[in-house]
């Protein structure tokens, strides 16, 4: 298993920009596809975007597409994710999450069900 601590939540106007942050430790973390996630309360929990282990496919939610950018560089174990044009609606805790799966490592996954390690979250907030 691999942890994962986010960072670089906050408030922002609708309108800003917000870079979040994954770091990831554990031998192992180039061979994982990964993912963000968020869930706004009373949400359930869904998929924003994914990347696969070297990082040449990506996968973006239409509501995040043109927007957001999910990134990785496997030498520093990170995995940011650039969120610009920030609308109220984009309000979350934003979750890291890692895909062990062999058979999909250059496939990343969408649903909550495929990701095996989680990260504790960051609070991301715009307002109008």
């Known amino acids: 298993q691999v942890r994962l601590v986010e960072s670089g939540g906050g408030l922002v106007q609708a309108g800003g920009s917000l870079r979040l942050s994954c770091a990831a430790s554990g031998r192992t973390f180039s061979t994982y596809a990964m993912g963000w996630f968020r869930q706004a309360p009373g949400k359930e929990r869904e998929i924003v975007a994914a990347?696969?282990?070297?990082?040449?496919?990506?996968y973006y939610a239409d509501s995040v597409k043109g927007r957001f950018t999910i990134s990785r560089d496997n030498a520093k174990k990170t995995v940011p994710l650039q969120m610009n044009s920030l609308k109220p609606e984009d309000t979350a805790i934003y979750y890291c999450a890692a895909d062990s799966s062999l058979a999909y490592r250059n496939y990343p996954r969408k649903s909550v069900y495929d990701y095996e390690s989680w990260g504790q979250g960051t609070q991301v907030t715009v307002s109008s």
């Open positions: 990347i696969s282990r070297g990082g040449g496919t990506t």
